[in-house]
């Protein structure tokens, strides 16, 4: 499927961690995803971390979607 | 047309076609990877769960899906030992634990989950875990596509592309779309908004190219790591896709290296005769060229309560979508 949920990286052990998004903390697998560093939002799928999140982009394209 | 299941839903579950104007038509495409597995892989993953010493280990939504003659959720009911996992680490988990069970792990999914698989099956192998395999079914996006637009049938201007496989493989392995077939293709975000700016952006194509719209996430190169990785565990190879048949160089196959990993060779599972179940339509529905409400055992005989096809069962189904959405066109 292609549920990928952005979470945010609480907390990194090698190449494992722990994610969390609304309160709700996850277990997190690093290992496809190149650095990570705590803060950064990730998009999580079945358990592991596909690919970081952008947040210059992010504000990019929500600010397009408002000028609309 | 959109070939994800996440999109699909999030069509459905955001009202964008009421929103559209008539002469913008969404098809539904194969995007729920849960739906293309066909009959035989149920049947060997029954087959396995029934060995003894074997425990089966699966995302979720495989577990009602109806194969020739039963289904992994009725199978465990009678018995059989089957876990239902949210991740490949959970099931690497139990191997480690259960040293005296072997833990098969059902492989369903396309380039967004085929990673992590492959990323279990090198784990395991780095921690000398032999008591983990995998039947491997996964399946790629863009060769199914080039399939159903070389088979004709289809009426499709443009599409929108999967986000998160595309996270993974990036844009250019749908550069054939616009080069060979001249259709426009944009990788889309599962916001509605995404979506809307997305079909917004086909539209104002002068010339069929892939972009992307999904630009927070996407690489144009895609996840590299993610990619080296399937390469190592995996070979593509021709596959068969539920309702639409063999597509070339559409599947992965567990790479010779990692036999020992590899389910199908391990335990050489015997499935029970291959079966189709009556009246459903669930291949014309993947292939875009039928919708659910065509098929005479929609609503009826087939609703989420007692599936009879694969499209009806999993949560990403476009009959599942259409059923609870109360779709119409």
């Not at chain 1, 949920?5 to 190449?15: D, L, Q, W, Y």
């Not at chain 2, 993953?45 to 959720?73: N, Q």
């Not at chain 2, 443009?158 to 250019?172: D, E, R």
């Not at chain 2, 979506?195 to 927070?216: A, C, F, G």
């Amino acid at each position: 499927m292609c549920l990928g949920i952005p979470m945010r990286v609480v907390k990194i052990e090698g190449s494992e961690g722990v994610v969390e998004s609304g309160g709700l903390s996850r277990k997190a697998n690093f290992s496809l995803i190149k650095s990570v560093a705590l803060g950064d939002y990730v998009l999580l799928h079945a358990g592991f971390a596909i690919e970081r999140i952008k947040p210059g982009e992010a504000k990019k394209t929500l600010k397009l979607l408002r000028d609309l | 047309m959109e070939v994800c299941g996440t999109h699909t839903m999030a069509i459905f579950r955001y009202g964008l076609r009421e929103l559209l104007p008539a002469n913008i038509r969404l098809i539904s495409g194969p995007g729920c990877p849960v739906c293309v597995t066909p009959n035989r892989y149920l049947d060997k993953a029954i087959a396995l769960a029934g060995t003894e010493g074997v425990t089966v280990a699966t995302f979720g939504d495989m577990m009602r899906v109806p194969g020739s003659r039963s289904s992994l959720e009725r199978e465990r009911s009678k018995g059989a030992s089957i876990r239902a996992v949210y991740s490949t680490d959970d099931a690497l988990a139990m191997a480690r634990s259960h040293p005296e069970r072997e833990i098969v792990f059902l492989g369903v999914g396309f380039e967004t989950t085929a990673p992590t698989v492959a990323s279990s099956i090198i784990e395991a192998l780095r921690e000398g875990i032999s008591n983990y395999s995998v039947l491997c079914g996964h399946k790629t996006m863009p060769e199914v596509m080039g399939a159903l637009l070389a088979a004709g049938g289809v009426d499709v201007d443009g599409f929108l592309l999967p986000g998160h496989v595309s996270a993974i493989i990036g844009t250019s392995p749908y550069r054939f779309l616009a080069n060979r077939y001249n259709k426009r293709s944009v990788v889309a975000g599962f916001e509605p908004l995404d979506i809307m700016q997305s079909i917004l952006m086909l539209i104002r194509q002068r010339r069929p190219v892939v972009q992307v719209q999904y630009k927070r996430v996407i690489e144009e190169g895609g996840n590299r790591i993610a990619q080296v990785m399937m390469a190592k565990v995996f070979r593509k190879s021709d596959d068969l896709w539920r309702g639409i048949g063999k597509v070339r160089d559409s599947g992965y196959k567990i790479r010779r290296e990692y036999a020992s990993f590899d389910a199908d060779l391990r335990f050489r599972p015997k499935p029970c005769r291959e079966k189709e179940a009556g009246g459903c339509i669930c291949g014309s529905v993947l292939r875009g060229v039928k919708i659910p409400s065509d098929c005479r055992l929609f609503g009826k005989s087939c609703t989420p309560d007692h599936p009879v096809g694969s499209c009806m069962v999993s949560g990403e189904g476009t009959c599942a979508a259409y059923y609870r959405y109360g779709g119409r066109r």
